[in-house]
């Protein structure tokens, strides 16, 4: 059953646990996430970037997640997301294609420029029934968090977050803590306390990006604290890519799928082991 992700995750801000966005690529990573989203009755995210629209055609990658979760999965709620929307025309396109949720990411702007795109977006989405998500504060990349790294810079200020969801309209809003995306070197410690004061003061869900190496008691304590979602990206690459490395290196191998299992099964192991860690798993029941 196809739903947005603001109701999907305002249920889990509600119940107190959280929901995996996980970025698919191709009809592989896509039944891998659908699959283990099924067999633990767990509520589900599955998102695609602007890059992934252009690699496999955004229409067709698109009416790939929704016949497979309509058609094989009918009973687990599942939302269909555009992933770091980095302009207004690309989140207007996904829009236009069907997406129920989007993202316009405008944290690389000033603060005022954010407000005033993501406004606009939110307009756009909102007359169609589509979700939003925006970024206040931002989340670094891998490549920019080598050596030493100011973290106040990248973080998200409480009371900005306050005003931006006021000013914008928006149903959700991403944080930065101290996450980074890809396996990076974080912030040694996530600022947990300024966690704890976004959500004292904002009442939408809140998303970490950048999570993929979330784990060893960090996700708990985030959830706790006000974190309905977290984004997953970098982990399903290391499990599929390791995956049909060491399977290719294997021997002769000229059926593909005997190639693709593999890499699609150990996508789905991962995505199980993160929907346990997030609290998900049993709750779509
Ligand atoms: P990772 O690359 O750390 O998995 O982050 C994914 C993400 O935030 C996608 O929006």
Not at 45 to 66: C, D, H, N, P, W
Not at 141 to 160: C, F, K, N
Request: net charge negative.
């Amino acid at each position: 059953m196809i739903v947005t992700t603001k109701v999907l995750l305002e249920k889990a801000k509600q119940d107190g646990y959280a929901v995996g966005a996980f970025n698919t690529v191709n009809l592989e990573t896509t039944k891998a996430i659908l699959d283990a989203a099924e067999e633990l009755s767990s509520p589900v995210i599955v998102q695609l970037t602007e890059k992934t629209m252009e690699y496999a055609g955004g229409r067709v990658l698109f009416s790939l997640i929704r016949n497979m979760a309509e058609f094989y999965h009918s009973h687990i709620p599942v939302a269909i997301h555009l992933d770091h929307g980095k302009s207004y025309e690309i989140v207007e396109r996904a829009i236009e294609i069907g997406l129920p949720s989007v993202m316009y990411d405008g944290s690389r702007h000033t603060y005022s420029d954010n407000v005033r795109t993501t406004k606009k977006v939110v307009e756009l989405a909102h007359s169609k029934g589509v979700s939003v998500q925006a970024e206040l504060g931002n989340v670094p990349y891998l490549s920019e968090v080598h050596g030493a790294i100011d973290w106040d810079e990248y973080m998200t200020d409480p009371d900005e977050a306050i005003r931006f969801v006021g000013e914008t309209g928006i149903d959700t809003l991403a944080v930065a803590i101290g996450n980074a995306h890809g396996f990076a070197a974080e912030r040694s410690e996530p600022d947990y306390e300024r966690l704890s004061r976004i959500s004292e003061r904002v009442s939408i869900p809140l998303i970490l990006h950048g999570a993929s190496d979330w784990e060893d008691g960090r996700a708990e304590e985030v959830i706790r604290r006000g974190i309905s979602c977290f984004n997953v990206d970098t982990a399903i690459k290391l499990a599929f890519v390791g995956t049909l490395t060491r399977v290719i290196g294997e021997g002769d191998k000229t059926d593909i799928r005997s190639v693709l299992e593999p890499a699609r099964d150990a996508v789905k192991e991962e995505v199980k082991r993160k929907m346990h860690l997030y609290g998900s798993a049993g709750k779509a029941k």
